[in-house]
């Protein structure tokens, strides 16, 4: 469940975001900002949680 709510935006927020006619920008920058700090999440997510052996 970590690391489940660690993962980025999905890019479905930007694709509906286009499709219907929406800013695009906020979605673009909602799923770039959300990846960058999934990529920080993630990694501290698998430290914290030590090894799965």
Known sequence: MVRCSALPTAQNAFVHAREYGLDTGLARDCVV????????????????LGPSH
């Not at 900002?33 to 914290?48: F, N």
């Open 33 to 48: 900002a959300s990846t960058v700090v999934s990529m920080l999440a993630l990694s501290l997510a698998t430290w914290a």
